[in-house]
């Protein structure tokens, strides 16, 4: 039996490591651990000879405190500096976890207005920017608030579009799908609609051989996605958010961890899941560090 001295010492390292753990989940990983994540691949139907640099920024979810317009700005000078040839957002710009203060979507929506790269800053919406809009999910069509906020601002929202770009003479797509569960809640009402997903809609709009981008705020669509796709870009997992060593005991896909980070390969596709930058349900991270990614396509001259 241990002595009552020794019980009080070892709750007491207990709970002093308890209040070490919370505060790097709360403070050091989701604000001091800020990276830039580098990939480099030719992937299948990428020309070697297209050298293409993609910054990706996804899954902001802005609020005050954890998300404030300032550590926006940041995230935007330092994607700036990463000289890609052009950024794409991937969803979920919106916090709708109890722990914080909304920002209003015009304050982040013009902090994100000052990306730059030469082929432009190109945006889908996340499953958060719907489910924070009762009215838009009720009308089941058109954009939620955090996506008028971003075309107000100058950046393009694609819902289920593509469009064709061209770097060095070298034409590539940019295929940008609709939010896979943007009406979840909305189940109990019998809405008519799961997500506002069509990604063979979308595909049809490819009109020639040049490689395809997918944009997929929600990396579950991966499996059906066709070998015509020579990456898909993913958000929404944020890497678990909380990442013990490999184990994720949270991860928000039908999938469980198959798709929670990183570079994957199935049956020859390639998908790249980043873990964004902001936090979900609780502002925590642990393990799972906020980052920026940064893709070299082809190979460079």
Not at 28 to 55: C, I, Q
Not at 253 to 269: A, L, N, P, Q, T
Request: glycine residues 10%; charged residues 15%.
């Amino acid at each position: 039996m241990i002595s009552r001295r020794t019980f009080l010492r070892l709750f007491g390292s207990a709970v002093a490591l308890g209040a070490v753990s919370t505060a790097y989940g709360v403070i050091v990983e989701p604000f001091l651990r800020l990276h830039v994540k580098r990939y480099a691949l030719t992937p299948p139907g990428w020309p070697k000879d297209l050298s293409l640099r993609v910054a990706i920024v996804t899954d902001l979810h802005a609020c005050d405190p954890w998300m404030t317009v300032s550590h926006i700005e940041n995230i935007v000078a330092l994607t700036n500096d990463s000289g890609a040839d052009v950024i794409l957002l991937l969803g979920d710009y919106i916090a709708t976890h109890r722990f914080q203060r909304p920002l209003a979507p015009a304050l982040w929506a013009n902090a994100l207005a000052k990306l730059q790269a030469p082929l432009g800053v190109h945006a889908v919406l996340g499953n958060h920017d719907w489910w924070n809009d009762q009215r838009a999910m009720a009308r089941g069509h058109g954009l939620p608030a955090a996506g008028l906020a971003l075309q107000d601002a100058g950046v393009p929202i694609y819902q289920n579009q593509s469009v064709r770009l061209t770097k060095d003479g070298r034409g590539f797509w940019l295929a940008g799908l609709g939010d896979q569960i943007a009406f979840i809640p909305q189940r109990g009402w019998r809405h008519p609609k799961y997500g506002m997903d069509d990604l063979a809609g979308t595909l049809a709009q490819v009109t020639d051989d040049a490689p395809v981008l997918l944009l997929a705020h929600e990396p579950d669509i991966f499996p059906h996605v066709p070998q015509r796709v020579s990456l898909t870009l993913s958000g929404h997992t944020h890497g678990g958010q909380i990442n013990l060593f490999g184990w994720t005991p949270v991860v928000p896909s039908r999938y469980g961890s198959r798709y929670v980070y990183g570079h994957k390969i199935e049956d020859g596709r390639h998908i790249i899941v980043s873990s964004g930058l902001g936090c979900s349900g609780i502002p925590v991270r642990i393990g799972a560090a906020p980052e920026i990614v940064v893709i070299d396509l082809g190979l460079k001259a």
